[in-house]
DNA sequence: AGGAATATATCCTTGGAGGATATATGTCAA
DNA sequence: TTGACATATATCCTCCAAGGATATATTCCT
């Protein structure tokens, strides 16, 4: 037996369980440029793109916020408005529009990839 | 700036750079199931499934060789005929045929959740 | 009053990824 | 013959993204 903790099937990507790949960053740049948003609800909304199962974890989406406004792919005003708990409003820069399609590019690239290795498999 | 050393658009999966997903455990499960091989081929092998760019990390194949193993998803056996450098030959178990058979299945709902992503930018 | 929902933010641990490295041997050219 | 290179396997260590846990504050509803 493996006498690692995660081994094998369990680990790392398993088809089943595990942490398949989430493409947190794309959706929230995509979520953005549909329209501007804040922390919580793009936590509602970042799933229905189907990389996640559940609503996404509050920690990954505001850290993303934080680094992505560090690099300038998105820039936050905070929204007193409506007087109800604050929110710290994001849209996308134009820097955020130019990353979002190279991650396009890439996820066309990997579905390309994804599909031939499943014909393969069918082939096979 | 962000604080972070890897922020943002240069972190977990940038699409330019970075460490997109390889797919190492089914590549290698795939690759045994056309026919049995061994670490050093695998390493040329598995990029041709263009989930990687260069070959694979030595590194990596050898410990999920010895994970597969541990979790009878692959069996191997010690051959010394050519008496060359001998090498230890994986071939696939039908336990591993059915965890492959599960990682089809997700790659193919992956994919299509990456073009209807790649439709959807392209739409708005 | 108190519980649920709204909303943001930080901290800490875990574990996969993989680069670096060690080892051993057979081939081939200089 | 000797040294570089290719074949072949294996282990170790570090780094960092992921994300669960947690803290805080306000408003709505019962």
């Known amino acids: 037996m493996s ?7 369990e680990s790392g990507g398993r088809p089943g369980a595990g942490k398949p790949e989430r493409y947190m960053q ?4 995509m979520a953005l440029r549909r329209k501007p948003s804040y922390g919580y609800e793009l936590i509602q909304e970042i ?22 406004e560090g690099d300038g792919l998105v820039v936050s005003e905070w929204e007193a408005e409506g007087s109800w708990p604050a929110k710290r409003v994001y849209r996308l820069t134009g820097d955020g529009e130019a990353v979002l399609a190279l991650w396009v590019d890439y ?4 579905a390309g990839h994804l599909t031939a ?4 498999y069918r082939r096979g």
């Open 26 to 29: 794309p959706s929230i740049l």
């Open 47 to 68: 799933p229905r793109f189907g990389f996640l199962e559940g609503p996404a974890p509050p920690g990954m989406i505001y850290r993303h916020l934080r680094d992505l």
């Open 3 to 9: 006498k690692r903790k995660n081994s094998g099937a």
């Open 117 to 120: 290795f499943v014909d393969l």
């Open 107 to 110: 996820m066309l690239r990997q």
